[in-house]
């Protein structure tokens, strides 16, 4: 069973830099894909950024240009890192990875192992 741990979440000022990581357990690297998801109160999961299977990264329209994303494999460690924080990113910060994943994927449904989430919360 892959376990994910998200960390590095917290209070944060708007304008400053927030770096998320997702450690894995001993196997989960076997996770060939990632993905990184937001839930803010009262609204859907929604995907931020993810790597796929070929090592591409993806990044939703709506954080173009403010996230990056990245992994470690031989920490077993992906990362997240957005710049420039707003009130708007406040949210619970959720890792998903998957063992057998083709490519990318949006469709959180597609996701087999999730975290249990890391709150951001963004002061004005």
């Known amino acids: 069973q892959v376990q994910l741990v998200e960390s590095g979440g917290g209070l944060v000022q708007t304008g400053e830099s927030l770096p998320l990581s997702c450690t894995a357990s001993?196997?989960?690297?076997?996770?060939?894909?990632m993905i990184w998801v937001r839930q803010a109160p009262g609204n859907q999961r929604e995907a931020v950024a993810g790597?796929?299977?070929?090592?591409?990264?993806h990044v939703a329209t709506f954080m173009k240009g403010r996230v990056t994303v990245s992994s470690d494999n031989p920490k077993n460690t992906a990362y997240l890192k957005i710049q420039a924080v707003r009130p708007e990113d406040t949210a619970v910060y959720y890792c998903?990875?998957?063992?057998?994943?083709?490519?990318?994927?949006?469709?959180?449904?597609?996701?087999?192992?999730w975290g249990q989430g890391t709150q951001v919360t963004v002061s004005s």
């Open positions: 998903a990875g998957d063992t057998v994943m083709l490519g990318f994927s949006g469709y959180l449904g597609a996701w087999t192992f």
């Open positions: 001993e196997f989960a690297f076997d996770c060939n894909a």
């Open positions: 790597i796929g299977s070929d090592g591409s990264s």
